[in-house]
């Protein structure tokens, strides 16, 4: 989740910019989505954050899924300790 947060805090930075300049302004800027910061910034930025999040723990669970066939693992079972226990 860590990996995330650099690219949250940049995307919501420059949505609160762009918020700002319409402000001051009075001048409507294209905008994708909506022109709301909660359902047109938070969320989709939240969206984007969760990518990385996403692939680290499909990695972390195709190593300990390698782990498994491992003879000391097999070896735990046998001699029986419960799967949790392993």
């Given at each position: 989740?860590?990996?995330?947060?650099?690219?949250?805090?940049?995307?919501?930075?420059?949505e609160t910019i762009v918020f700002e300049i319409m402000i001051q302004t009075r001048q409507q800027i294209s905008l994708i989505g909506s022109g709301q910061f909660i359902s047109g910034t938070l969320i989709p930025a939240l969206t984007l954050a969760?990518?990385?999040?996403?692939?680290?723990?499909?990695?972390?669970?195709?190593?300990?899924?390698?782990?498994?066939?491992?003879?000391?693992?097999v070896t735990a079972?046998?001699?029986?300790?419960?799967?949790?226990?392993?």
């Open positions: 989740m860590m990996e995330s947060v650099p690219d949250f805090f940049v995307i919501v930075t420059l969760m990518l990385p999040t996403m692939y680290m723990s499909r990695a972390v669970r195709v190593t300990v899924e390698e782990q498994f066939g491992q003879l000391y693992l079972r046998a001699k029986g300790l419960t799967h949790r226990q392993v």
